[in-house]
Nanobody, 115 residues
Framework: QVQVVESGGGLVQAGGSLRLSCTAH????????MDWYRQAPGKQRELVAS???????NYADSLKGRFTISRDNAKNTVYLQMNSLKPEDTAVYYC?????????WGQGTQVTVSS
């Protein structure tokens, strides 16, 4: 069984930074890609960033330059470094593990940016 767990959310002032972590627990799964999504109140879930097993990264255009996705293969962990945070970044941030066969979602971590 695979479990995905996010952490690192919290309350931060505008202009501040946070680093989110996403760890995949379990065995026998293949890391194909891992994505960060976010969902703000009343809005649809949107892709924030993704990283493949080859290390290729992709970002939402509006977030390029402020957010950075990285990974630690030994820990089955992906990070999302978020800088220069804005109130509009407030959302629940979700991690999605793509094994090539299945997708596993975490429970989400709340990020709140105060103005």
């Amino acid at each position: 069984q695979v479990q995905v767990v996010e952490s690192g959310g919290g309350l931060v002032q505008a202009g501040g930074s946070l680093r989110l972590s996403c760890t995949a627990h379990g065995s026998g799964f293949k890391f194909n890609a891992m994505d960060w999504y976010r969902q703000a109140p009343g809005k649809q879930r949107e892709l924030v960033a993704s990283i493949t097993n080859a290390g290729s990264t992709n970002y939402a255009d509006s977030l390029k330059g402020r957010f950075t996705i990285s990974r630690d293969n030994a820990k089955n962990t992906v990070y999302l470094q978020m800088n220069s945070l804005k109130p509009e970044d407030t959302a629940v941030y979700y991690c999605n593990l793509d094994t090539g066969l299945f997708h596993y979602w975490g429970q989400g971590t709340q990020v709140t940016v105060s103005s």
